[in-house]
């Protein structure tokens, strides 16, 4: 999904019709009687071969107040903040009422992409109203008639050039991950590659976890100002918002980063509200945006379900984690508590064996120098490279002290090892019958990596691959059989 579209406007001017034809599913009610929908819808939206977030919203009206209508309202101005381009409909057939002057005002102050669609325009009738649209200072109208489908190819030259923007801003943010290394790269290792985070190549830092842990209040601490709004409430930060940062540590050294907050994540059935099912997504994304994920706990109620499924979503996407443990300041008794919290996560994220477990308060400040070292040292591992010739010394090793296991008779021969990839580290092993090995057996190999070449915590990648048979007949077709028969005493007979 490169960019997400709200569609906002009056009650009753087609909002959900319109919605219904992106997506290609009937998944918005749809009636003449106004104000059908009332919370926001989200879906996969597609047009031509444009791939996007659609959100259907609750008709605007000017209400300030706390009944339905009010909640309506501010839930769709939400909605406006969150996408990044805002459709603003207008019935072309009634014209520009009051109520769209006061939206299109609002809207030119919330939203950078705003494109006005004048709806229901097929006809004479709604010239007028087509015309009059240009009142409203927001450019010039699309004509649309979300019912029979005309007008969308306009709205594709509106967006196409915005998913541009969006798909290029993308590439730049992305990081550089799974890198390919070369021969000469595998047989030399030199950890001095490690890239040094610039300016403009920022090392990228993803803060995830549950709502109220303290991610805002953390990164107000990191950056050294109140730049997050933060509060006793659970789930106050909506999306993911990224700020640069030169964030200095125990060494004195400026480390220029962009870090990312996200909105708290909370269990699926907990996810009622249609705009919190969107903040979830965009943390994922900030997952995949980052280098480092740090994953804050609360030290009340540490590895729950939710926080355990962040921190694999993390391992699985290949990012180089890091753990901390928020709220330090309130706890008592530290060294059982820290001790119960190292046996929890040997426990139950085996997968990240080894990766720091940081303490910290983000109200004080105390530990956030530590969190800048664990970050740094993360960030070096995920980017360790190892020579051919020490992997296949290890590897003989590691098969002398616990040989492969021979499923149903056949021997499986680990013949060489090599690293073919960085951030995170990928190892291939040449061997026969790939696809016998047990995974057992991949952990095995895995957990020694990790032990033996200091690389704690960090995703690796291990891949069995099989060589290419030496025989030079094999996959040849056999030579049709002779016509000539042999005699008993060795003469032919035709």
Known sequence: MSFTLAIVGRPNVGKSTLFNRLVGKRLALVDD????????REGAARLAD???TVIDTAGLEEVTDDSLQGRMRRLTERAVDMADVCLFMIDARTGVTPTDLVFAEILRKKSAHVILAANKA???????GVIEAYSLGLGEPIRLSAEHGEGLNDLYTHLMPISDGFAERAMTDAPETDVDLTEEEAEEGDETAVPVPTRSKPLQVAVVGRPNAGKSTLINQIVGEDRLLTGPEAGITRDAISLMTDWVGSDGVAVPM???DTAGMRKKAKIQEKLEKLSVSDGLRAVKFAEVVVVLLDAEIPFEQQDLR???LAEREGRAVVVAV?????????QAKLKELKESFERLLPQLRGAPLI????????????????IMRAYDVWNRRVTTAQLNR???GMMEAHPPPAPQGKRIKLRYMTQAKTRPPGFVVMCSHPDKVPESYNRYLVNGLRVDFDMPGTPIRLWMRGQNDSNPYKGRKKAPPSKLRKHTDGRRKD
Do not use: M
């Open 33 to 40: 009687q106004p104000g059908v929908t009332r919370d926001l």
């Open 50 to 52: 444009l791939r996007f």
């Open 122 to 128: 097929e006809g004479a009738a709604a010239d007028a």
């Open 258 to 260: 962009r870090i990312f």
């Open 310 to 312: 962040i921190a694999d």
């Open 326 to 334: 928020n709220k330090w300041d309130i706890e008592t008794d530290r």
């Open 359 to 374: 303490t910290v308060s983000a109200k004080t400040g105390r530990g956030v120098d530590r969190l800048h070292d664990a």
């Open 394 to 396: 290890w590897l003989a």
